[in-house]
């Protein structure tokens, strides 16, 4: 029962991080970016959150975790961000896993698929390369529904 119990208590937590990061993702949208937001978590508090701001930024790189992690490790003062969660709506691309694997990021939580550039199983399998000398705990599908809603409604007001 108490195993029960912890694992309601670590559901609630992926659900309040995630909604913080369409709460990001939402800020981003309106300011005219892709809606993808991250927030990173240690020690269960939030330590960074950001949206995508490749467009503001001028920069390819400016992705919504890139500029999480990079915030992250300002605060903690170590680019090793060990014991940390991150969380982001969208499966993460290729660059932002590679990221994670530099950070030795211990989980990643995220929301939808990217059927078009994920790299966490959609498209490549980067994190579960069996080189790596690191290994990031995945858990997918946490307010799918809404972060799939929040890129289809910001591209469908595009076309």
């Excluded at 330590?47 to 490749?54: E, L």
């Excluded at 915030?71 to 940390?84: D, F, H, M, T, V």
């Excluded at 994920?118 to 069996?130: E, K, T």
């Excluded at 929040?150 to 595009?158: E, I, P, Y």
Aim: net charge neutral.
């Amino acid at each position: 029962m108490l195993f029960w119990l912890f694992m309601l208590e670590d559901t609630a937590s992926d659900l309040e991080f995630m909604a913080a990061a369409l709460a990001e993702a939402h800020q981003a949208a309106q300011r005219g970016e892709v809606p993808v937001g991250a927030v990173l978590v240690f020690e269960n508090r939030v330590i960074a959150r950001a949206g995508n701001r490749t467009i503001a930024e001028c920069d390819p790189t400016a992705h919504a975790e890139i500029v999480a992690l990079r915030a992250a490790a300002k605060i903690l003062k170590n680019y090793r961000l060990l014991g940390s969660i991150l969380y982001v709506t969208i499966e993460p691309c290729a660059m932002c896993c590679g990221a994670m694997i530099q950070a030795r990021i211990a989980r990643l939580v995220y929301g939808a698929d990217d059927t078009k550039g994920g790299a966490v199983r959609s498209c490549f399998s980067v994190l579960d390369h069996p080189q790596l000398n690191h290994r990031v705990e995945v858990t997918s599908g946490v307010l799918a529904d809404e972060s799939a809603a929040a890129l289809k409604t910001f591209f469908s007001a595009r076309r």
